[in-house]
Nanobody
Framework: QMQLAESGGTSARPGESLILSCTPS??????MAWFRQPPGKEREFVAY????????AHSPSLRGRFIISQDDATGTVLLTMRNLSPDETARYYC???????????????????WGQGTQVTVSS
């Protein structure tokens, strides 16, 4: 069973940037994604990358401030977050779909493998 390890979560001030990392126990060239769960709310889609097709999608609500990418050397998936706001305080989760699928999903129910999450807190 693949395992995912997230890191990079910390406290930040509004307007600052952070980079989150997700390291899989084994590399996959299929789908990997980031979701987030704000306090008291449901888990929501942030971005995915379909590695073998080099396809990416980001939530439109992010207005281009977040970018998902992969470090080719290590297989680590990164989430670069710019201009953070307090309402983006959440636990950020990495997810993976190791099976070959035609399209990566945007619902958390589509993803079979999850990390433990990393906390991002944005406050002044």
């Amino acid at each position: 069973q693949m395992q995912l390890a997230e890191s990079g979560g910390t406290s930040a001030r509004p307007g600052e940037s952070l980079i989150l990392s997700c390291t899989p126990s084994r590399r996959t060239d299929n789908c990997m994604a980031w979701f987030r769960q704000p306090p008291g709310k449901e888990r929501e889609f942030v971005a995915y990358i379909q590695i073998r097709r080099n396809m990416r999608a980001h939530s439109p609500s992010l207005r281009g401030r977040f970018i998902i990418s992969q470090d080719d050397a290590t297989g680590t998936v990164l989430l670069t977050m710019r201009n953070l706001s307090p309402d983006e305080t959440a636990r950020y989760y990495c997810a993976a779909e190791p099976a070959a699928v035609s399209v990566c999903g945007m619902s958390w129910q589509d993803w079979p493998v999850w990390g433990q999450g990393t906390q991002v807190t944005v406050s002044s």
